[in-house]
């Protein structure tokens, strides 16, 4: 069964250096998302990519946060100088469809940021 | 905007008893997905069971069924025959036609007991 993979698994980085977070989605899906848990906290959307565009950021997502997909299987998540309260774990996850509500959204395993 | 809410932090079953978590959820939008997700202590977010605000019959995937309760604005999620892999986190998560984000509630830790 198709499946959305992150890499690495674990990243660890020093405040203010910049951390590149990479996603794999479920080949014929179209919308991308990236999501972080803070340990013990819920889950908060960060950011939808639909098309090469951004459809919808929250306010998490500031200026030191961007996304791309620089390829026809990679979706990234580029943080430019890292605080301390960046540390958490990232998920990205991917639908089908186009942006309806029925659409489930797959995750990936996630990736656990430590900044130290 | 969409708000989610599991006033449930934790719960405890005994194996092969069913559990029920709860769910209740706020929004404006005519049209809305209800999503139930488990995360176990390996950290990864596992899609259980979907519900969608027109459906008539309640959503079933195997052990899991959703009790949805439209007009008290409730998406309870059931595990039948309780497993000890079934410990773990779970969240409920809406989505509303007018955006494209899940909205996450604070999840609900469940201990399956042998």
Known sequence: ?116 | AQKITQTQPGMFVQEKEAVTLDCTYDTSDPSYGLFWYKQPSSGEMIFLIYQGSYDQQNATEGRYSLNFQKARKSANLVISASQLGDSAMYFCAMRGSSDYKLSFGAGTTVTVRA
């Open chain 1, 1 to 116: 069964e198709p499946e959305v993979t992150q890499t690495p698994s674990h990243q660890v980085t020093q405040m203010g250096q910049e951390v590149i977070l990479r996603c794999v989605p479920i080949s014929n899906h179209l919308y991308f998302y990236w999501y972080r848990q803070i340990l013990g906290q819920k889950v908060e959307f960060l950011v939808s990519f639909y098309n090469n565009e951004i459809s919808e950021k929250s306010e998490i997502f500031d200026d030191q946060f961007s996304v791309e997909r620089p390829d026809g299987s990679n979706f990234t998540l580029k943080i430019r100088s890292t605080k301390l309260e960046d540390s958490a774990m990232y998920f990205c996850a991917s639908t089908r469809g186009a942006g309806e509500v029925t659409d489930t959204q797959y995750f990936g395993p996630g990736t656990r940021l430590t900044v130290l």
